[in-house]
């Protein structure tokens, strides 16, 4: 299975590890991250698994410069002609293919051997040209509008998104969802990050998505206020 539908016009695709999602509408098919390298046959799959062709893809938007989330993007700009999209203070990583900013384990045993195993400041990814950089505040014109979070401290150029006919909120890594809610596997900076991370419990939305784990399909709010209290 190429992907799973979260709610009416969003799908889930394993990127190895990472998810991408993929939102259907009117104007065309956004994908939100592209995964981990050589993710991009999966992306391809789950596009055609919906009647789809690759030039359906229309935008592309990073919400941060990791590995796991950028490795696959410049395979699938280059199959489906997407416009790309990132935050300016991570398009030179975007551009460049790393090597990347350095991060602190975040608190607790769990994330501090996975921050070890799962990121490598030293990766390198396929260099690719963002097209347009976003911000603080905008709502792109996509997909029947998508409000941008600037949210920094796992990753100083992260966003999140609200995808707002859906109130689906894509938290990218200010949380992880893999066996239990909480921090992302490390931060930058952690008390930036706390702030973020306080800030996305604030807002409205019904269902969340991360970067990393399982989805929360309704009453993400309270759950999210309940992880941060
Ligand atoms: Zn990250
Ligand atoms: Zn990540």
New binding site residues.
């Given amino acids: 299975m190429a992907s799973r539908q979260i709610i009416s016009g969003v799908h889930v695709i394993a990127m190895g590890n990472a998810n991408g999602f993929l939102i259907e509408a009117p104007d065309g098919l956004t994908l939100i991250d592209a995964g981990f390298p050589g993710k991009e046959a999966t992306v391809l799959a789950a596009i055609q698994a919906l009647g789809r062709s690759p030039e359906d893809l229309r935008h592309l938007i990073l919400?941060?410069a990791?590995p796991?989330?950028i490795g696959s993007a410049a395979a699938i700009v280059r199959a489906t002609g997407a416009r790309l999209y990132a935050h300016a203070l991570d398009q030179s990583l975007v551009e460049t293919g790393g090597p990347f900013r350095p991060?602190q384990a975040a608190p607790g045993t769990l994330r501090r051997v996975l921050c070890r195993v799962l990121?490598d400041p030293a990766a390198r990814t396929v260099p690719i040209k963002v097209d347009q950089t976003i911000s603080d505040g905008e709502i792109l014109p996509i997909a029947g509008g998508i409000e941008v979070f600037h949210v920094p401290g796992?990753?100083a150029g992260?966003v999140a998104l609200l995808w707002l006919p859906g109130r689906m909120l894509f938290a990218?890594?200010v949380f992880m969802n893999m066996m239990g809610l909480g921090d992302?596997?490390?931060f930058e900076s952690l008390e930036t990050g706390r702030a973020s991370q306080k800030r996305l419990a604030g807002l409205h939305f019904d269902a969340i998505g991360f970067?990393h784990g399982a989805v929360i399909q309704r009453d993400a709010m309270a759950k999210l206020k309940e992880a941060t209290a």
């Fill in positions: 919400t941060h990791h796991d989330h991060m990121f796992h990753c992260q990218a890594d992302p596997i490390g970067g």
